[in-house]
């Protein structure tokens, strides 16, 4: 049978203390001990299945884990108090002083900043590079290469990642395939397609709500234990630490996250048709033209379509902020950085959440000044959605600048 991540979620079966059907919230940050010895053989990692300090872990932070790993396939997980706290962690794991990393060059500003200004800070360098040209790639690997990393979907210009194909390229050189698979929950498995460790800032769809930040690293017990070592540890050491009240309600959305997914896809692919039909330049996985489109069909978990992002080209910076401005001003949703929120969120990626990567390499990766990463709502009826944006298009003349 198919790997189905929902399915996965679905058979989590946890009981409250007293009997509630969600389970009970841990509200301390540390645990106690009957007996001396098992504090002692708690710190030293001998003794499984005790709690000894939130920082380490909760029974609350422990259930999400669970269910994430369950979603991707992984043997277990470790949660943390944002994306970008599991994305350092994992790479400050796998890295020493002198390590190399290849990159996709279309990635998170946030990632890239870390990768690009703070990490060498400790001797790490990166290499960035066109992730769909596998001959580019292999050409970056040095001897001091340990990683390999990607976006299964990257942001923003939603270029697809052959996880198969880099999958076979880390273990030919021996090096870590991390993966970030925040645009595409349930819609790739990248741990089943070979990767080593799998990233996701729950901050985003997979919370679904915007009013938590979070994220997870899914992969093997030996790397999270790693990870959660009191002696050498970067997620114990580092202490990005997630609060066991957000992690109990990030775990009840978890619960609706397939048919949050399922809805989020459908409006996208028919504001993404409609606005390609209407001469709109659009970015969108599903679309005919997309060049990775048959890759995806092969990665894809195919019922979860293709997800909710999307871009626009409005021809230039002032007119995308006069765009996002009156959509918001009708509300369309919200001018907003983040994703995966039930409104639909659109900001100019390369003032915003790209911002962080310099001018001409955003214009050789693409990023024009006029693109707008759109993360569309669950919007119950989207003709009506569309017909009102189309109307903020063609009052701003946007249409006439970008047919294709």
């Known amino acids: 049978m198919a790997f189905n991540p929902a399915d996965h979620i679905q058979d989590l079966q946890y009981f409250g203390e007293f009997g509630g059907v969600n389970p009970s919230i841990s509200d301390s940050s540390t645990y106690t001990f009957l007996a001396a010895k098992s504090m002692i053989d708690t710190f030293e990692g001998n003794l499984a299945g005790c709690y000894l300090y939130s920082r380490h872990m909760s029974p609350s932070t422990l259930y999400l884990s669970q269910a994430l790993a369950a979603m991707e396939g992984t043997e277990t997980a470790n949660v943390s108090s944002s994306g970008m706290g599991s994305i350092s962690t994992a790479l400050l794991q796998v890295c020493n002083q002198g390590d190399h990393i290849v990159s996709s060059r279309t990635i998170y500003g946030g990632t890239y900043a870390l990768l690009k200004n703070f990490m060498p800070k400790f001797g790490i360098e990166t290499s960035f590079v066109d992730i769909t040209n596998l001959d580019k790639i292999e050409a970056e690997i040095k001897e001091n290469t340990k990683v390999l990393y990607c976006e299964s979907i990257s942001n923003p210009l939603l270029e697809i990642a052959d996880i198969r194909s880099l ?101 996208a692919m028919y504001l993404a048709k409609r606005f390609q039909e209407d001469g709109y330049k659009v970015i969108y996985p599903g679309l ?58 659109f900001n100019a990626p390369g003032t915003a959440t790209s911002s962080e990567i310099p001018a001409e ?44």
């Open 288 to 345: 005919e033209d997309h060049p990775q489109l048959e890759l995806y069909k092969t990665m894809s978990n195919p019922e979860y379509g293709f997800g909710g992002m999307l871009t626009l080209d409005a021809g230039s910076l002032e007119k995308a902020d006069d765009l996002m401005e009156l959509m918001q001003k009708r509300n369309l949703g919200y001018l907003a950085v983040s994703l995966g929120f039930y409104k639909t969120l």
């Open 361 to 404: 390499e955003q214009a050789e990766m693409g990023l024009t000044d006029g693109l707008i990463r759109f993360s569309i709502g669950l919007d119950n009826n989207i003709e009506r959605t569309y017909e009102e944006m189309k109307r903020c298009l063609v009052e701003l003349d946007v249409i006439q600048q970008v047919r294709v």
């Open 167 to 267: 999958a076979e390229l880390a273990k030919k050189y021996d090096l870590t395939l991390m993966v970030d698979n925040t645009f595409s929950p349930l819609q790739i498995s990248p741990a089943q397609l070979g990767a080593d460790l799998v990233i996701h800032s729950l901050t985003k769809f997979i919370n679904g709500t915007s009013d938590t930040v979070g994220g997870v690293i899914c992969g093997s017990n030996d790397f999270i234990d790693s990870m959660r070592s009191v002696n050498d540890g970067a997620a114990m050491l580092l202490g990005p630490v997630m609060d066991s009240l957000r992690a109990a309600s990030i775990l009840k959305n978890l619960r609706t996250l397939h048919i949050r997914m399922k809805k989020h896809s459908e409006n």
